[in-house]
C-alpha cells in the first residue's frame, strides 16, 4: 500500500512538472535569446549618420522636416547609418534600435531606414501604429524605386532624401487613419478588460491551483498513510497479543 501511494505521488509530481515546463517554454525560449548591442539613444533620433554619408546641410534638412511631420502627427521617421554592423543581423539590429530608442513612442508610431554601408545592405521598419499602414510590400516598394538606384553608385544623401520625402508625405497622409486605429485599439483593449481577466492574472490563477491541488494530494497521501501505518501498528499488536494469549492458554493446558 505505501508503494503504491508512493507511485501516486511520483507519476503526479512528474506530470506537474512537465505541464508548468510547457506552460513557462515560450518565456524561458524568449529569455534566450541573443541580446544585440546598440548605442545608446543620441539626443535626436531623426538622423543618426555614423558613416557619415549626409552633408550638414542635408542632415539639417531631413531633421527640420522629421520634426515639423512630429510636430503635426506624432510620427517619426528616423535615418541611421553605419560603416558596417560586423556581422549583425540588420533587421534585428534595426529592430532593436526602433524599440530601444522608442521611435514612435510607445504606441509605436515610428520608422527607421537602416543603412550599413560597408555591406551594402540596408533596411526599413515600421512600428506597431504604422505597419498597417506601411507594409513589408509598400515599404520594399518604394526602397526599390528611391533608394536602390542612387545606393548602388553610392549616392547614399541622394537615395536617403527622395526615400525620407516618400514616407514624409505618406505619413502626412495617413496619419488621421492610424490616430483612428489607435483609440479603435485603446477601445477594445478597455471592453476586454472589462469582459475578463488578461492572459497573466490567468497564468497566475492556473499556477495557484496547480499548487493547491498538489499540495492537497501531498497532504492527503501523508494522511492516509499514517492511517495506514496506524492500522498496520494496531493489527501488529493485536496479533502479538493473541499470540502471548495462545501461549499462555497452551502453558495452563500443560
Keep these: 500500500m505505501h508503494n503504491f501511494h508512493f507511485k501516486q505521488l511520483k507519476a503526479f509530481t512528474l506530470s506537474l512538472l512537465l505541464l508548468l515546463s510547457i506552460i513557462f517554454m515560450p518565456i524561458n525560449t524568449f529569455a534566450d535569446e541573443v541580446k544585440i548591442t546598440v548605442p545608446e539613444k543620441p539626443e535626436s533620433v531623426y538622423v543618426y549618420d555614423m558613416a557619415e554619408v549626409i552633408s550638414e546641410s542635408a542632415e539639417e534638412n531631413l531633421l527640420?522636416?522629421?520634426?515639423?511631420?512630429?510636430?503635426?502627427?506624432?510620427?517619426?521617421?528616423s535615418i541611421v547609418t553605419v560603416n558596417s554592423l560586423n556581422g549583425e543581423n540588420i533587421e534585428q539590429y534595426a529592430n532593436t534600435l526602433l524599440h530601444e530608442w522608442k521611435i514612435g513612442g510607445e504606441e509605436g508610431?515610428?520608422?527607421?531606414?537602416?543603412?550599413?554601408?560597408?555591406?551594402?545592405i540596408y533596411v526599413t521598419i515600421s512600428?506597431?501604429?504604422?505597419?498597417?499602414f506601411f507594409t513589408s510590400g509598400a515599404l520594399q516598394e518604394i526602397l526599390n524605386e528611391k533608394l536602390e538606384p542612387d545606393f548602388l553608385v553610392g549616392e547614399y544623401?541622394?537615395?536617403?532624401?527622395?526615400?525620407?520625402t516618400e514616407v514624409y508625405y505618406m505619413a502626412e497622409d495617413v496619419s488621421e487613419a492610424?490616430?483612428?486605429?489607435?483609440?479603435?485599439?485603446e477601445e477594445q483593449e478597455r471592453e476586454e478588460n472589462?469582459?475578463?481577466?488578461?492572459f497573466f492574472s490567468v497564468l497566475f490563477t492556473i499556477i495557484l491551483v496547480i499548487v493547491i491541488l498538489c499540495a492537497a494530494f501531498i497532504a492527503v497521501v501523508y494522511v492516509r498513510g499514517q492511517i495506514v501505518r496506524?492500522?498496520?501498528?494496531?493489527?501488529?499488536r493485536r496479533r502479538r497479543a493473541m499470540e502471548r494469549r495462545?501461549?499462555?492458554?497452551?502453558?495452563?493446558?500443560?
Design 246 to 254: 495462545t501461549e499462555r492458554s497452551h502453558r495452563d493446558y500443560l
Design 157 to 164: 544623401e541622394r537615395g536617403i532624401n527622395d526615400f525620407f
Design 194 to 198: 472589462k469582459e475578463g481577466p488578461n
Design 127 to 132: 512600428g506597431d501604429a504604422l505597419k498597417p
Design 230 to 236: 496506524k492500522k498496520r501498528r494496531e493489527a501488529a
Design 64 to 77: 527640420t522636416r522629421a520634426l515639423n511631420l512630429y510636430n503635426h502627427t506624432e510620427i517619426q521617421i
Design 178 to 185: 492610424v490616430d483612428t486605429a489607435l483609440e479603435v485599439k
Design 109 to 120: 508610431k515610428g520608422l527607421i531606414l537602416l543603412l550599413d554601408i560597408e555591406e551594402d
